[in-house]
């Protein structure tokens, strides 16, 4: 007997329509990342991470919406939002499985350990501490209904003191500055601010979801401290001789071992997201957990990095350039905010590395150097935004000024770094740099 497909069936009508607009939906983001990299790279002297990151910011209402909106939304749909930000997540919990998997710690910290450690420390805290203290000046101008003061404020600072060690430390390789003690320096101090920024954020993100309510808030706090030790103490262990007997047995990553560290990986996932703590924060723990197994983490970026960040980094970037328009800013205040919030973010991250570099000993050019490298935020940022913006604490105003805060930055961090590193310019070897995460040339 045979039996006709139903639009609810995989292979019915209704199916088909929704691959068929995702598949055209990827093929036109996937391609105006590669042309805007392109032309920023040659035009503009940008590296990857520039062009990507604008690629998506064009493809939403600040670009083609305002040139073309009824195109815009033919390509995508409100309907069909939701599939694409699920592709997204899922490329970002890979991202921060591979981001947590690919810190050195050990290297960063081998030689220098207190002076990365204070400067990574102090230019996290310091901005961190201005974002709380301006916030309250911001969140005065929202409209009604704002939302809630004290998660606006810790958002807000979060937002000040986050530094992208994936972008920066793509912008050491392409500019050919990887072995640089320099940049040694730079990634360290990003890589161990991160590692507290990311633990600060999903802490930030259980008081935000419960608002008030100190009996939700505490027991997810505590859940989440029992589940760190969990991995840690318990899981990190056994998949480490689990992941080195099977590479030892087959010599090289294979698609079973694969399998099951993505089973793991989702599971953690999920587990931070049911404590309420986003998705993105589970992959990242499981990284830094395994990171110690350095043929495990190579074999990983090899096999599996290059997926994530041509495929589904790009499509995080247009779901952002979605939510993100520069209309949506109206008249001199608003924008005068925006500019502000720039140079905020500047100032108190420059000033707090530069100072700290400078009374650790080095000289004004490494320190400044550095101030530069760590107000790169870029993707990291981008990702803490779509956080707020998704648990409402962030209104769409104040999301799209500081997407254009981690924008200008990005832009601002390859010509800066290429002018003040130039004498120290080494080219850098494929496969023996420690100093950077990110995709091959």
């Known amino acids: 007997m045979v039996v006709l497909a ?16 995702l598949l055209i939906q990827l093929v036109i983001i996937l391609a105006a990342s590669r042309i805007v990299t392109w032309l920023c790279e040659r035009m503009l002297g940008q590296t990857d991470a520039a062009g990507e990151i604008l690629a998506g910011l064009l493809l939403g209402p600040s670009l083609l919406g305002a040139l073309a909106p009824g195109t815009l939304k033919a390509l995508f749909p409100p309907e069909s939002s939701g599939i694409l930000a699920g592709v997204a997540q899922i490329g970002l919990v890979l991202l921060m499985f591979q981001i947590g998997l690919e810190f050195e710690f050990g290297s960063h910290l081998k030689n220098e350990r207190r002076k990365v450690l204070a400067i990574g420390g102090v230019a996290l805290a310091v901005p961190f501490a201005a974002g709380w203290f301006v916030a309250p000046w911001f969140w005065e101008s929202f409209a009604e209904p704002r939302p809630g003061l004290a998660a606006f404020r810790l958002f807000f600072a979060v937002a000040l003191s986050i530094t992208a060690v994936p972008v920066l430390g793509r912008i050491f ?9 320099t940049a040694a320096l730079a990634i360290g101090a990003a890589a161990t601010e991160d590692v507290a920024g990311w633990l600060v954020l999903g802490a930030v993100a259980v008081v935000a979801r419960g608002g008030s309510s100190w009996d939700w808030v505490l027991p997810r706090l505590g859940l989440l401290a029992l589940y760190l030790a969990a991995v840690f103490l318990v899981a990190a262990p056994l998949a480490t001789r689990a992941i080195d007997a ?14 099951w560290v993505l089973v793991l990986v989702f599971l953690s996932a999920a587990a931070t997201s049911a404590l309420g703590v986003f998705a993105i924060i589970g992959g990242f723990i499981i990284g830094v957990a395994l990171h ?35 209309g949506s800013l109206r008249g001199a205040s608003e924008w005068l905010q925006c500019g502000l919030i720039v140079l905020l973010a500047f100032a108190v991250k420059f000033g707090s590395a530069f100072v700290t570099a ?23 940022e981008l990702v803490a935004l779509n956080v707020g913006l998704e648990l409402g604490v962030l209104p769409q105003s104040m999301f799209t000024k500081l997407v254009l805060m981690a924008v200008a930055s990005t832009l601002v961090a390859t010509p800066a770094i290429r002018a003040l590193m130039k004498g120290e310019r080494r080219q850098d070897v494929e496969g023996h740099t420690s100093v950077a995460v990110g995709p091959p040339k």
């Open 6 to 21: 139903s639009a609810s069936s995989p292979a019915g009508s209704a199916a088909e329509e929704i691959i068929l607009r």
């Open 292 to 326: 110690n197994d350095r043929r495990f983490a190579a074999d990983w970026k090899l096999r599996v990095g290059p997926l994530v960040w041509t495929l589904l980094l790009p499509v995080f970037f247009a779901v952002t350039g979605l939510r993100t328009d520069v």
């Open 173 to 181: 390789i392409e500019l050919g500055l990887a072995h640089t003690r």
């Open 246 to 259: 099977a590479l030892a047995r087959d010599g090289r990553l294979r698609t079973g071992t694969v399998a």
């Open 358 to 380: 400078k009374a650790m000993g080095e000289d004004v050019r490494t320190a400044t150097t550095l101030g530069v490298c760590m107000n790169t935020r870029g993707l990291m």
